[in-house]
């Protein structure tokens, strides 16, 4: 059975119960240093419950680490930005570290950005460094990748799209809550990855709402290897795995984008985000955002999230 740790006052604890736990008696100061301490997260295991202290819970994945994100990984997700599932290739972004946040810390939205969107994804964090190259298989996936944690990918778009790249949009300060579990798998967890599922409520209302194994296209495994087929990974990076469909952000109609497609990009950017503008689903100041993530069992359970958006005011007010 997993093992559920959460980060209170810069202090590592297994939760027990929504109010208790047990503090875990370790000196690490990083994610990666936890996961390395397994004793210590094993005797607070069999430890007397104690009650949770007041504060403030933090994100159980400290920066900076390498912070980097799969694109358009559920079908669902695929066919609401227009794309084809049998033709998406395993492609990869990075973001920024110093946009993790707290899962209860507001989403500051810069001056600047006018179309604010959210993506609900699964978090996995690596247990131990991956050198370039590794060999991996299903049976040894659990070896390099120790935990799972919920994420929400904020993201800007109107920064992302029209520059073709997506560091910048999805990297201000606030824009990767996280937590506020850090899920430890035990031996069988991987069984029930594909059971879990992914839910995003704005103000009640229910966005996003997908199982893994009926949406996501390239899983862990072949994901992971292909990263580290040129990328090392460390103890304590976190991999972002996609987002369902239902987020704010579609592509617009066939006809409408073959229009689209013999304009300057200046003018077609600009038609673009006028019609954005009547869109009611992008992230508005004061709006509560909550993430679930778990198994419809609640066998694995990743926990719940809840932010609130706000908007910083513009430079002069």
């Known amino acids: 059975m997993s093992i559920n740790v959460v980060r209170i006052n810069d202090q590592w604890f297994v939760e027990k119960s929504s109010t208790a736990g047990t503090r875990i008696d370790t000196t690490a100061a990083t994610t990666g240093e936890l996961l390395a301490d397994r004793a210590a997260i094993a005797a607070a295991v069999a430890a007397d419950p104690q009650p949770l202290p007041e504060g403030a819970w933090q994100s159980p994945?400290?920066?900076?680490?390498?912070?980097?994100?799969?694109?358009?990984?559920?079908?669902?997700?695929?066919?609401?930005?227009?794309?084809?599932?049998?033709?998406?290739?395993?492609?990869?972004?990075?973001?920024?570290?110093?946009?993790?946040?707290?899962?209860?810390?507001d989403i500051v939205k810069p001056a600047h950005v006018r179309f604010l969107d959210y993506e609900v994804e699964v978090g996995l964090i690596i247990g131990t460094d991956i050198p370039v190259g590794t060999t991996m298989t299903k049976a040894t996936l659990a070896d390099y990748i120790a935990a799972l944690v919920i994420t929400n990918d904020v993201s800007a778009r109107d920064l992302q799209l029209p520059k073709t790249q997506f560091f910048e949009?999805?990297?201000?300060p606030t824009f990767?809550?996280?937590?506020?579990?850090?899920?430890?798998?035990?031996?069988?967890?991987?069984?029930?990855?594909?059971?879990?599922r992914l839910?995003?409520?704005?103000?009640?209302?229910?966005?996003?709402?997908?199982?893994?194994?009926?949406?996501?296209?390239?899983?862990?495994l072949e994901?992971?290897?292909?990263?580290?087929?040129?990328q090392?990974?460390?103890?304590?990076?976190l991999v972002l795995t996609g987002t369902p469909g239902g987020t704010a952000l579609k592509?617009?109609?066939?006809?409408?984008?073959?229009?689209?497609?013999?304009?300057?990009?200046?003018?077609?950017?600009?038609?673009?985000?006028?019609?954005?503008?009547?869109?009611?689903?992008?992230?508005?100041?004061?709006?509560?955002?909550?993430?679930?993530?778990?198994?419809?069992?609640?066998?694995?359970?990743?926990?719940?999230?809840?932010?609130?958006?706000?908007?910083?005011?513009?430079?002069?007010?």
């Open 61 to 105: 994945v400290t920066a900076p680490c390498r912070l980097i994100a799969q694109m358009t990984n559920y079908v669902s997700h695929i066919n609401d930005s227009g794309m084809n599932p049998d033709t998406v290739p395993l492609t990869f972004f990075r973001k920024t570290s110093h946009s993790i946040s707290g899962p209860m810390d």
């Open 232 to 237: 090392p990974m460390a103890a304590g990076d």
């Open 169 to 172: 949009a999805k990297s201000y």
């Open 176 to 196: 990767t809550p996280t937590g506020p579990r850090l899920v430890v798998l035990e031996p069988g967890d991987w069984d029930r990855f594909g059971d879990l």
């Open 251 to 317: 592509a617009p109609a066939k006809p409408v984008e073959l229009i689209a497609a013999f304009l300057p990009p200046a003018t077609k950017w600009k038609a673009f985000f006028r019609a954005q503008s009547r869109n009611p689903n992008y992230l508005a100041d004061g709006d509560v955002v909550e993430l679930r993530i778990a198994t419809d069992d609640g066998v694995l359970d990743l926990g719940y999230q809840r932010t609130v958006v706000r908007f910083a005011p513009e430079a002069g007010r």
């Open 223 to 230: 994901a992971i290897t292909a990263l580290t087929g040129f």
């Open 199 to 220: 839910r995003l409520w704005v103000n009640g209302a229910l966005r996003q709402d997908a199982v893994i194994a009926q949406d996501m296209l390239y899983e862990p």
